[in-house]
């Protein structure tokens, strides 16, 4: 079975600074791997994605992604943290279409973007 | 394009009473998937479905059921309710299922508190 890890509950990081909210996975074969931030009061919106290719994925608000096979890693980045970052970030994973594969998501890391 | 929505927003009932939750789609996208989101389980998938036929069912008992129209919309239901079901359900809409277009977009969700 499909397991996502969101090692950090809380990341902080000053207005200006690169920021990176970590995210591992556990699945059998290829996986799609994803990033949903989550605004309060919000449905999760999707930020990018990771199926093949490239291992640095660039997605929307400036986010990137780097997919690291070895160490089953998918952590997401960005250069330039803004205090509107900040919000609950969800990493989610799905194993290529076999059987019963539900999206699986993380527990979420609550970014806080200080001014 | 609009995106997908779900009815009611929120909701209260009390135990014992059965609900009925209703998403609409991206226009285009055949396949809906239902979450709950509760602060101490997190993210947790429910069902999908694709075509008009549930494809994937998460480990949730038999009062949670939903089922998918021609249209695409869907219903998820739960009977039965008890203190434990208060969540934010959210629903999420796919163009296809297995395939590279698999990313899954979110409504804003349905905050169901249950007294």
């Known amino acids: 079975a499909q397991s996502v890890a969101q090692p950090e509950d809380q990341v902080n990081v000053a207005e200006g600074n690169p920021l990176t909210v970590k995210c591992t996975y556990s699945v059998s074969g290829n996986p799609y791997l994803f990033w949903y931030v989550q605004y309060p009061n919000r449905g999760l919106q999707f930020l990018l994605k990771?199926?093949?290719?490239?291992?640095l994925v660039k997605g929307s608000y400036g986010f990137e992604a780097e997919f690291n096979k070895s160490q089953t890693s998918f952590h997401l980045k960005k250069p330039s943290a803004l205090v509107s970052d900040s919000a609950l970030y969800f990493c989610a994973v799905r194993a290529p279409l076999s059987g019963n594969t539900p999206l699986v998501f993380g527990k979420g890391t609550r970014l806080s973007v200080i001014a | 394009k609009a995106g997908v929505t779900q009815t009611p927003r929120y909701l209260i009932k009390t135990r014992g009473q059965q609900v009925t939750l209703s998403c609409s789609p991206i226009?285009?996208?055949?396949?809906v998937s239902w979450y709950q989101q509760t602060p101490g389980q997190g993210l947790q998938f429910l069902f999908e479905?694709?075509?008009?036929?549930?494809?994937n069912k998460g480990n949730f008992p038999g009062r949670f059921s939903g089922r998918q129209f021609s249209n695409s919309r869907s219903e998820m239901n739960v009977s039965t309710l008890e203190l434990g079901d208060s969540a934010l359900y959210l629903c999420a809409s796919s163009l296809a299922r297995g395939s590279r277009q698999e990313t899954q977009y979110f409504g804003p969700g349905t905050r169901l508190l249950v007294l």
């Open positions: 226009s285009g996208h055949r396949s």
């Open positions: 479905y694709f075509s008009e036929t549930q494809r």
């Open positions: 990771y199926i093949t290719g490239d291992n």
